[in-house]
Each structure stands twice: as structure tokens, then as C-alpha cells.
């Protein structure tokens, strides 16, 4: 039968107004018979009850395979064929929303409004079923494996014989778990995709499937985080010889943190927290996060794939900037792929340097560079953002340190004698005193993690999980400032490479350089940073930033000058609005920037 008339016979209009959609019934059968399928339309306002499907689409490109809906053949991809054939009841029908079934995918006004609601499709749905593959040799073992662990959660891996979880007789620590087969039930395609995240954050209640092997997502949660838990609560203790193998990667995209969602949830910490997954539409980075986000940006952005991705992610940030009056999406950029102005991020572009879930920006909040003004920006037809600030000063002098291998004295004591040669570092803060105190703070971004006791009773800095950035990181305070500067010279003067060193260093120097401003202070600045370019801070901005101003020759006197955004930076000393408070005390004003 022709697709035209397929579509036809098989596709009802929806009335968006009333949020329908339809519904397959999978009749019930056997793992290898044939499926003859049907669909009802049914409105998300009379609250449904079905299921809905959460798998990887896989290639359009490969053989399909048939099933019968509404006594038509419709040719499904391979991956979905199985996905049916693994939950299907034997002796019952199954009700569920499948969006390569259940949405008309030749009809671009209805891809576009269904794809605006399936937030809400997934978050009402009674069950997600998450099809991640078909089943292997040992994934029954493994299923029963992490299920036992599970259950038997409050028993420790360490300790006295009798309080020790043993699986099969042996201990968990010393054998007793077949990492090898629970890796593999791990390893997935579903991970890595942008449509699966809002599906598994969304879900009330979750189902994991391999084939007909299915594990509650509550489940795995427990096991991912039976070995972490016990060492936090230090009933347990980590040795090398344990066979502890939950710090594996193939863990950590099944670690899905989102915070609270509330109407006032933005859409750059999804944005950028899943910006590794991929799609098969560039668009889908930004529709496949709108049900992660308030209610706000579901209403402003709706779903459109004729729009071009350039103007698609230069709008959502003009609608950040509106919504929350803040310019904190400027720390999300990177490099760039596709055509877009220096002020707006490339969500396409996924490297080495955004593989660090807490650079600047996830701890952003910790600073107040504008003082939290709320920013007045907007974005005019040219894609260009119009917005004010302080300019503080300049790139005077950079310096790039080389980490080859953590923190070394060497790199810190480069750093400083190019920071004490600068003419005007030292009466910038006080006296030299103050310019010491200042870099110390500078190193770690005047940045501070709580303190726990060590195995051996020594006080250190402990590891954090960084997709909870509120949770670790604060800013000193005074009084801390001495303590502070003692560990880091400890630290640079005798070499160690404990714990917290690299990893606050790491956060503050990464993708940076150490530079010296033109009135003496002190910072890191975006590697891309050259002499002479503008260090401004932005109202709506918590980070200072760096500007390079575009050569505007032949262009009419009465406009503004125009610049490009380089990057932020770290400045000692403008980073809780002191630029501000020199325009509220009459000795500075504030200035028209065009980013473009």
C-alpha cells in the first residue's frame, strides 16, 4: 500500500488543544510471534492509563522489519522491533505510547506539538519502560546479581565475617560479583542519547529491559551506589586489594542528577549536564531538555525543525536572558562548530574540555562579580546583545602554565614571580602581604572544601561528587584566609599531591592562563586571552569577562563599538561587585557593550 494512503488509514488528526494522543495496544503472544498492533487516541487530561517506551531509535539507514497496525504493514527499525518483542505480556495486552508509532512522523505540525508535550507524556506515564538491548550470556546472572546486592543493601563489604555480603558464598570484595557481565549489562546506546535523559528523570517509576530480562531502575540505583554509600558512612574502608569495581565509567551515565525541577528551573544546567549525549537532530539537544526545565521555557520554546540550529540556540539564550535577568549562560561557551556569535554556545560541540561537569559553569553561583544586578540585555535582529558593565581593566601581561602532571612548585613559583614583577600588583592589594595573600586565594579561586579525617586520622580535603555542586564547594571567609594559605604554600612548597590540591587547581586553571591586569590585579583569564583585551564586568554577569573589541574601521562614528566574547575569568578583587561599587560611589560608570 502507498505511504500516502498509509498515512491516511492509519493517523487520525489529533486535537492538540486538548493534549490528545494515541496509544498502541500490543496484543498479547509469544517472544517470536508475529505483532498485530492498533492505536486509540486518548487526552493527557483524563489522565490515561498506559506505559510509555524509552529505547534508541537506531539507524535509519538499517533493515527494517514489519508489524501489522491497523491492518497495515509498517516497516519498524530493528531496535524496536526487538523492544516489542521483550515486553510483551504472554497472556495480556500492554498499553503503550511509542513515539515512532504513536506520532505521525510525515506530519511536521504534529512532530512539532508532540514533541512539546513529551515531558509530560513520560512524566504521566504509570511506568517507563526503558529498553536498553537484548540480553547476552550471564545477563540473567547479572540481573540476580545486582538485584541480591540490592536487597541485601545494609550489609558492609568490610568488616567481621558474619556482617560481610557474600554472593554465592564469597565475599563481595574478594570475587564474589562478575563485574565483567554486570559491565555489559551497562554498556548501552541508551545512555548516550539526548531523548533518554528527560525519559529516565521524568519517570515515575522505571523498568530496565534486556530483552525479557527486566531489573526496576530503583534497583540499580541501589546497587550503583551500595559500595560509595558505605564508604561515606565510613563503616567501610576502601583497600587496593578489594575487587570494588563500581567506580568503572560505564557508571556514571547511569548517574543522572537533575535539580529540583520548579516553574523558575532554567534550561543551561540541562543543557550542559547532558551535552555529551547525542541525537540525530541537532535541534533535539535543546527540545529533548524542555521537559527538565519551568514552565516559562516549555511556553517560549516551542518544538520547530525548520528553524535553523543557529537561530534555535541564539533565541534560547535571549529567553534565558529575559527570564532570569542573567548573563550566567556566557559561561557555558566553548569553542564553536556552527555559525553563531561569540556569545551564544554551541551545544553541538562536546571535547576533551567540557568533560568536567563543574567548570565555571555549575559553580558560578559562588560569585557575584555585578553584584547580582539584574541584567537589562536584549538581543536585536543582527544577533547581536546589547548589555552593560564595568570595565575593570585590561590583559596586561599572561603567563600559561604547564601541568603535566598535577600541582608542581615549579608552575606556582613561575606564577608568582611573574605576578610580584608586575609594577602594580603589589599597591593593588596592600602591600605585598595582600599580593600574597591574593594569589594564594587566586590558585583555588578563593575556593574552600570541607574538611573529613583521612584513614589515618589526618586532616584532608575529600573527593566530592561534582553533579552536586551546591553541596561541596563555598567561598572563604576571612577568617579562613590564613588556614588557606598555609595549606596551598604546604602544598606547593613540599610537592604533594593529595586530594584537594589538583582538584581545586584543576577547577580554576583549566582552559585558562595566569594573567596580571594593566592596574595590577591578579587572575586566571581563558587561554584564548591576549594583551589588550577588555576585562569587564557584565550586570547579570557572576563571572568577569573577557572582551576583545572587533576592528570596526569604516564604520559610522555614532555606533557603539562592537566586541567578541573571549571567555571568563577568575579576578582577585572583582568577584563580588567591587567594579559596581565604584559606579555607586560616583568614581566609574557603567558602559554600552554589543557582544556579537
Known amino acids: ?91 495480556d495486552e500492554r498499553v503503550l505510547w511509542i513515539d515512532a508509532l504513536c506520532i505521525n512522523q510525515k506530519n511536521s505540525a504534529e512532530v512539532n506539538t508532540q514533541v512539546a508535550i513529551m515531558g509530560d507524556i513520560y512524566s504521566k506515564a504509570g511506568c517507563v519502560l526503558a529498553y536498553i538491548g537484548e540480553d547476552f550470556d550471564g545477563c540473567d546472572y547479572a540481573v540476580e546479581t545486582m538485584s541480591y546486592i540490592a536487597e541485601n543493601c545494609n550489609m558492609h563489604f568490610d568488616g567481621p565475617e558474619d556482617t560481610v555480603l557474600r554472593v554465592h558464598g564469597v565475599p563481595i570484595a574478594k570475587g564474589g560479583v562478575a563485574w565483567d557481565l554486570i559491565y555489559q549489562f551497562f554498556e548501552t ?56 569495581s563500581f567506580r568503572h565509567d560505564v557508571f556514571k ?85 556552527l555559525d553563531l556569535p561569540s556569545w551564544v554556545p554551541d551545544w ?28 537589562r540585555s536584549f538581543v536585536s535582529a543582527g544577533r547581536k546583545l546589547f548589555t552593560s558593565g564595568v570595565q575593570i581593566s585590561t590583559v596586561d601581561r599572561r603567563y600559561e602554565p604547564r601541568f603535566e602532571s598535577g600541582l608542581r612548585i615549579k608552575s606556582i613559583a613561575h606564577m608568582w614571580k611573574f605576578a610580584t614583577a608586575h609594577p602594580l600588583s603589589a599597591s593593588y ?22 574538611a573529613r579525617q583521612d584513614d589515618d586520622g589526618v586532616a584532608s580535603k575529600q573527593a566530592f561528587d561534582m553533579t552536586k555542586p551546591r553541596d561541596p564547594w563555598r567561598r ?62 557584565l550586570t547579570g554577569g557572576s563571572l568577569p569577562c573577557v572582551l576583545r573589541r572587533v576592528n570596526d574601521d569604516g564604520r559610522p562614528e555614532r555606533e557603539y563599538p562592537r566586541w567578541t566574547f573571549v571567555g571568563c575569568a577568575y579576578v582577585h578583587g572583582s568577584m563580588d561587585g567591587e567594579a559596581f561599587e565604584s559606579v555607586d560611589k560616583g568614581l566609574d560608570y557603567t558602559r554600552l557593550f554589543v557582544l556579537v
Open 1 to 91: 500500500m502507498a505511504n500516502e494512503c498509509l498515512e491516511t488509514l492509519v493517523y487520525t488528526p489529533l486535537n492538540s488543544s486538548l493534549n490528545e494522543i494515541r496509544l498502541l495496544h500490543l496484543p498479547p503472544g509469544g517472544e517470536y510471534d508475529d505483532f498485530d498492533c492498533s492505536l486509540s487516541v486518548v487526552s493527557l487530561n483524563d489522565e490515561p492509563r498506559y506505559e510509555a517506551l524509552s529505547y534508541v531509535w537506531g539507524d535509519n539507514l538499517e533493515v527494517k522489519l514489519p508489524i501489522l497496525l491497523e491492518k497495515n504493514t509498517v516497516q519498524i527499525t530493528r531496535n524496536l522491533h526487538s523492544a516489542l518483542r521483550g515486553i510483551r505480556y504472554p497472556n
Open 189 to 244: 546506546p541508551w545512555t548516550s542519547r539526548v531523548w533518554t535523559a528527560q525519559e529516565h528523570v521524568l519517570a515515575k517509576k522505571m523498568l530496565v529491559y534486556r530483552s525479557r530480562l527486566s531489573i526496576p531502575l530503583q534497583t540499580l540505583h541501589i546497587f550503583m551506589d551500595y559500595v560509595p554509600r558505605h564508604i561515606g558512612n565510613e563503616c567501610c574502608y576502601y583497600r587496593k586489594d578489594y575487587d570494588l
Open 253 to 337: 551515565q547511569w548517574r543522572a542528577y537533575i535539580r529540583h525541577i520548579t516553574p523558575d528551573t532554567g534550561i543551561l544546567f540541562p543543557l550542559h549536564y547532558y551535552r555529551i549525549r547525542q541525537s540525530g537532530k541537532s535541534h533535539d539537544k535543546i527540545y529533548g531538555m524542555l521537559g527538565l526545565t519551568g514552565e516559562i521555557y516549555k511556553a517560549r520554546i516551542r518544538a520547530d525543525y525548520e528553524i535553523s540550529i543557529e537561530d534555535l540556540f541564539t533565541n534560547v539564550v535571549s529567553i534565558e536572558g529575559k527570564a532570569t535577568g542573567r548573563l550566567d549562560f556566557l559561561s557555558y561557551c566553548r569553542d564553536q562548530k
Open 348 to 375: 553541538t560541540f562536546y571535547d576533551k574540555s567540557c568533560e568536567d561537569e563543574d567548570r565555571e559553569g555549575l559553580f558560578v553561583f559562588l560569585y557575584n562579580a555585578d553584584g547580582r544586578r539584574l541584567s
Open 429 to 450: 592589594y596592600g602591600g605585598m602581604h595582600g599580593l600574597e595573600q591574593a594569589f594564594w586565594l587566586t590558585m583555588c579561586g578563593s575556593l574552600v572544601a570541607p
Open 476 to 537: 572563604l571567609r576571612e577568617v579562613e584566609y590564613g588556614e588557606t594559605m598555609e595549606f596551598w604554600k604546604q602544598v606547593a612548597y613540599e610537592g604533594q599531591e593529595y586530594g584537594p590540591a589538583p582538584l581545586l587547581f584543576k577547577k580554576v586553571t583549566e582552559g585558562k592562563c595566569f594573567v596580571v591586569l594593566a592596574n595590577g590585579a591578579v587572575g586566571f583569564a581563558p587561554a584564548a586571552c591576549r594583551p589588550g583585551d577588555a576585562v569587564v564586568a
